[in-house]
């Protein structure tokens, strides 16, 4: 059994559940629903990560929105099964022994796609390392190269314990899965009966390796001072093999796997592009993420497509149909969604939202480059088109990484925000933005709010769920929108198509498009020609729920990457 398994999927993040706290953002959510991709398709999958005790973190915020971050108490038996099999890396000398626990994602045909949680909370390590896989990037950078020492490396050994013996590709969803290469180098050098790495060697690796990098944020890219990878890793030869291990006293993660991979993506056309002038030189393929239908869509929305497109399930495509459900039908099932959405906001925060208001949504990871406070940049303007246009309420969420300062402050500026707008529009921050209130807020609102700064946003995926569930979005033209906008059918776009595509774009402008396209386009349409907004709401579906999932993405990754 598992030497049928042939592609190895490495994620130093991935959402399951909402419940196992293992995944911070879009990264672990896009890893989540490539494994169910890979369970519906069959595709011979073993997924590896890190086990999180403590979670990403658990988010309160005070009544002046500066966050708090717990760690999260979850019961790891209550989820995972533990594995008998041990292994083992050595970090400075020390031997710290991992075990693993195992989650299986089942497909929509019953294939199985087995994860494996790695641990080294064990009584036989030291206190120090046994914490080692409990933070989600969390400590220093000794703790996450540590940390990736064990993804990479101890990831690698951990499948050959588990008897995975016939691994034909490693997929690195990001750099932080890079030192698998050096694993199998030292495999391939074994095997070959060599002491040193050979070319042979080099390319056998690189035969293997699939590498997918997200971010076109540099900080995003993790680097080590080689003075900090010798004293934890010791000394090796490929070191100073400077075609692999570039540059300087660094060691670039990002470049370790483009260097040994012999297929690499970006997660949007765009994003492809911006990463071939950030790594000139190298083959970059784009393959446009998706997500998840089945998980994503909200309950109504399921019956719906039972009802009206039998067989979407094991076929995203067939939501092409959705073109053919009564517009009445897609109203209801969205009235019954964000029912369940302004009730929550309403209990938990006691705003008195009104479910017949137009409803606007944003929830991202609180960072600066996400604009999250876009919206607020001219509070009379917002105020005087509630007064004229109609009335509107915005719903967000979203957590800002501890040690963010920029984040943080952007969270209390939402705040600050949501009182000068209190006599006119309701604005709420929801706490601890996990999968299911992504879920909830991605099936509630009438309006899904993007405002990254181009080009940062790679990809974006939450649009993508949105639009599954018949909402529309207003975004920034940056990452997967570029694709699946078509204005005024499947929703609008921030700033004019070409503007703005590459270069940064410009605050106030874009705030003036933004407030523009809301009074004088979305919000006359979505009280005044209700059949209009209806349409786009279907195509929203049609075009780009049929086309943004995980079933196609895991189709071309199969096609382009994981059999050639
Ligand atoms: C989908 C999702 C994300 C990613 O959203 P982006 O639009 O890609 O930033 C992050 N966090 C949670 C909880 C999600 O469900």
Known sequence: MNNQRSIAYFSMEIGLEASIPTYSGGLGVLAGDTIRAAADLNVPMVAVTLLHRKGYFYQRLDANGWQREEPVEWVVEDFLEEMPQRTSVTLEGRTVQL?????????V?????????????????????????HFLYGGDQYYRLCQEVILGIGGVRMLRALGYKNIERFHMNEGHASLLTLELLDEEAKKAGGKSITQEDIEAVRAKCVFTTHTPVPAGHDKFPLKLVDQVLGRREVFDMKEIFCCDDLLNMTYLALNLSHYINGVAKKHAEVSKLMFAGYTIDAITNGVHIATWAAKPFQELYDRYIPGWRQDNFSLRYALSIPKQEIWEAHTRAKKRLIFYVNRETNIGMDVDVLTIGFARRATLYKRGDLLFQDIERLKSISLKAGLFQVIYAGKAHPQDQGGKELIRRIFQAKEALRRDVKVVYLENYDMELGKMMTSGVDLWLNTPQPPLEASGTSGMKAAINGIPSLSVLDGWWIEGYIEGITGWSIGENGRGMGESGDRSQDASSLYDKLERVIIPLFYHDRDRFLDVMRHSIALNGSFFNTHRMMQEYVLKAYFR
């Open 99 to 107: 075990r693993s626990w195992r989650y299986e994602v089942n497909g």
């Open 109 to 133: 045909g019953g294939f199985k796609v087995p994860v494996y949680f790695l641990d080294t909370d064990l009584p036989e390590n030291s206190e120090w390392d046994r914490t080692l896989t």
